[in-house]
C-alpha cells in the first residue's frame, strides 16, 4: 500500500501557482498527489512555518573542490593558479575518500535546501590514469553518496581527452592528474559511459539519472564531440559542457578552430535544448543569439565566477534571447543556491547600474523549474499534482528575514535569506532535513571535517 502523508504550508511559492496562503501538499509515495491553497488541513497534517517551494536544483558542482574553500582564499592568483591546487587535490582521492567527501557535501546542499544536484564528473580512473575494476567506480561512488545524503543526482560523466590548448591554438596532451580523467577517445568515452546500464532515458534508479558532458572545447576535440552527442540523443539525456569561463580559453579557441567555443559546440550538434552552457561569462560576437535560438540552457554559477575572479556573464541578455538561466555552486565556495540566485540580479546591476534586472519569480524559476530541467528531471521543480514530491521551506522569522510581508515574501526569501534560513526539506516524500536537522546524516559538520580532513593529509 502507498504512503500517504500531508503537510500544510503557510505560505507556498510554485511557478505553477504563484504565491499563496494555507498551501494543503499531499503526497502518495514519492509523488505529489493534491497541491491545494487555501486548504484546511486535515488531522495529523505536518505544518510548515515561512514560505515553502520546489526542492532548489543545483545545476553544476564538483563536489571535491569544497576541500579548497578557505585554503586557496589564503594566497593571491588567478583562475590558473587556483587551478593547480585543485588538481592536487584531485589526484589525492579513491572511490571511498570520494565518496565520503560527496556524501558530506550533498548533506551540505541538502541542509541549503537542494533536492537534486548535477554533479560534473570528470575524475573517472585512478593515479596515473589506470582504470579501476569497474571503470565507472569513481561515478558509482558519486551516485551512491547522493543517496546516502537523500537527494537526487544527475551524473553529468563528462569526456576529457586532451590537456588544454596552448596560447596559439595546439592541442596539449594529458599530464599529472589530468591522465586520471581521460578515455581513449569519445567512442571510448561513451562504452564506458553506457556501462553505466541506464534504460532509455538515462535512469539508474529513483534518485540518480546519469547526462554527458563535454568538458570544454580545451578538452575535447571537436572530432570527438559528436559521439558525446550522439550517446545524448540515445538515452534522451542532457549534455552540458563549460563554455567561455575564460577570456585565455576563447583566444586559444579562436587560434585553433577559428571560431568561438559556442561555435564549436553549434558545429558539433552539442547546442539544443538539452544542452546546458556553464558560465558562458566571455561570449563573443553572435554567441548570446546562438545559444538562445538553440534554447540552450545556461548554468551561472556566480559565487564561483567571483571567487575565481573568472567574470560576470551577460544573463539578462541571454534569458532575454531564449536561454534559460540555471545555478549551481560549482567549486562549493560556498553552498547556497538562494545566494547564487540573488547575485545573477546583483551581477547584472553592477554591470548596467539599473536595479530589477530580474524579478524574484524569474530567479525562483531559476532555482527550479529550469535547473530540474536542465538535469533531466522535468517530472521535479514544481508543486503539481503528478510531480515528484521535493519541496523546502525556508523561515520568515530569522535575523535575515525577520519582518518579511506576506505579499512580498519570495522577495525576503530570494533576496535575504541564506542557506542557513533552511528548515525542511523533503525529497521523494520523505523528510531529509526537519527543523535545520539532517535527518540521516546527524552530524554534517563533523563529516565535512573528517572527509576533507582525509584528502588534505
Known amino acids: 500500500m502507498t504512503a500517504t502523508r500531508a503537510w500544510l504550508a503557510e505560505l507556498a511559492w510554485s511557478p505553477d501557482f504563484g504565491l499563496r496562503s494555507d498551501v494543503l501538499i499531499e503526497a502518495a509515495g514519492d509523488r505529489l498527489a493534491n497541491v491545494v491553497p487555501d486548504a484546511q488541513p486535515p488531522p495529523g497534517a505536518t505544518r510548515l512555518a515561512g514560505l515553502t517551494m520546489p526542492?532548489?536544483?543545483?545545476?553544476?558542482?564538483?563536489?571535491?573542490?569544497?576541500?579548497?574553500?578557505?585554503?586557496?582564499?589564503?594566497?593571491?592568483?588567478?583562475?590558473?593558479?587556483?587551478?593547480?591546487?585543485?588538481y592536487e587535490v584531485a589526484d589525492r582521492l579513491d572511490p571511498d575518500s570520494y565518496r565520503a567527501l560527496a556524501t558530506a557535501v550533498y548533506a551540505e546542499m541538502a541542509l541549503a535546501g537542494v533536492s537534486c544536484v548535477g554533479e560534473f564528473h570528470y575524475l573517472h580512473h585512478g593515479p596515473g590514469g589506470a582504470p579501476y575494476a569497474d571503470p565507472n567506480q569513481m561515478g558509482r561512488s558519486l551516485i551512491e553518496a547522493a543517496s546516502?545524503?537523500?537527494?537526487?543526482?544527475?551524473?553529468?560523466?563528462?569526456?576529457?581527452?586532451?590537456?588544454?590548448?596552448?596560447?596559439?591554438?595546439?592541442p596539449?596532451?594529458?599530464?599529472?592528474?589530468?591522465?586520471?580523467f581521460g578515455d581513449a577517445d569519445?567512442?571510448?568515452?561513451?562504452?564506458?559511459?553506457?556501462?553505466?546500464?541506464?534504460?532509455?532515458?538515462?535512469?539508474?534508479?529513483?534518485?540518480?539519472?546519469?547526462?554527458?558532458?563535454?568538458?570544454?572545447?580545451r578538452a575535447v576535440p571537436p572530432e570527438q564531440m559528436p559521439e558525446v552527442v550522439a550517446w545524448s540523443h540515445r538515452?534522451?539525456?542532457?549534455?552540458?559542457?563549460?563554455?567561455?569561463?575564460?577570456v585565455a580559453e576563447n583566444r586559444a579557441c579562436l587560434a585553433a578552430y577559428r571560431a568561438t567555443p559556442a561555435e564549436v559546440l553549434s558545429s558539433a550538434g552539442a547546442l539544443g535544448p538539452r544542452s546546458t552552457a556553464v558560465h558562458a561569462t566571455h561570449l563573443a560576437g553572435g554567441d548570446v543569439a546562438l545559444l538562445g535560438e538553440s534554447r540552450v540552457h545556461v548554468c551561472m554559477c556566480p559565487t564561483t565566477e567571483a571567487d575565481?575572479?573568472?567574470?560576470?556573464?551577460?544573463?539578462?541578455?541571454?534569458?532575454?534571447?531564449?536561454?534559460?538561466?540555471?545555478l549551481g555552486s560549482d567549486s562549493q565556495a560556498v553552498v547556497d543556491?538562494?545566494?547564487?540566485?540573488?547575485?545573477?540580479?546583483?551581477?547584472?546591476?553592477?554591470?548596467?547600474?539599473e536595479r530589477g534586472c530580474f524579478t524574484a519569480v524569474e530567479l525562483a524559476g531559476a532555482a527550479t523549474t529550469a535547473g530540474h530541467a536542465s538535469l533531466g528531471w522535468p517530472e521535479a521543480g514544481d508543486l503539481v499534482a503528478g510531480g515528484l514530491a521535493d519541496f523546502c521551506t525556508i523561515a520568515l522569522d530569522s535575523p535575515r528575514t525577520a519582518g518579511a510581508d506576506k505579499a512580498t515574501a519570495l522577495e525576503s526569501v530570494i533576496f535575504g535569506a541564506s542557506a542557513a534560513d533552511v528548515r525542511h526539506l523533503v525529497v521523494g516524500g520523505r523528510d531529509i532535513v526537519a527543523d535545520g536537522q539532517h535527518m540521516l546524516i546527524p552530524d554534517v559538520?563533523?563529516?565535512l571535517s573528517a572527509s576533507i580532513a582525509a584528502v588534505l593529509r
Open 308 to 326: 575565481l575572479a573568472d567574470g560576470i556573464g551577460p544573463a539578462r541578455e541571454l534569458a532575454s534571447a531564449g536561454s534559460p538561466v540555471t
Open 148 to 170: 546516502q545524503a537523500g537527494i537526487r543526482i544527475t551524473l553529468l560523466d563528462a569526456c576529457y581527452l586532451r590537456g588544454g590548448l596552448s596560447a596559439d591554438g595546439r
Open 235 to 246: 538515452y534522451g539525456a542532457p549534455v552540458h559542457a563549460h563554455v567561455s569561463e575564460q
Open 337 to 353: 543556491i538562494l545566494e547564487e540566485a540573488r547575485r545573477v540580479e546583483l551581477g547584472e546591476r553592477l554591470a548596467s547600474r
Open 186 to 217: 569519445g567512442e571510448a568515452w561513451a562504452a564506458r559511459a553506457d556501462a553505466l546500464g541506464q534504460d532509455a532515458v538515462g535512469r539508474l534508479s529513483s534518485h540518480a539519472r546519469v547526462g554527458a558532458a563535454i568538458h570544454s572545447v
Open 55 to 86: 526542492g532548489l536544483a543545483n545545476a553544476h558542482s564538483h563536489a571535491f573542490h569544497r576541500a579548497l574553500r578557505g585554503v586557496t582564499q589564503a594566497s593571491r592568483g588567478t583562475f590558473w593558479t587556483w587551478r593547480e591546487r585543485m
Open 445 to 447: 559538520p563533523a563529516a
Open 172 to 180: 596539449q596532451p594529458l599530464a599529472g592528474a589530468q591522465l586520471r
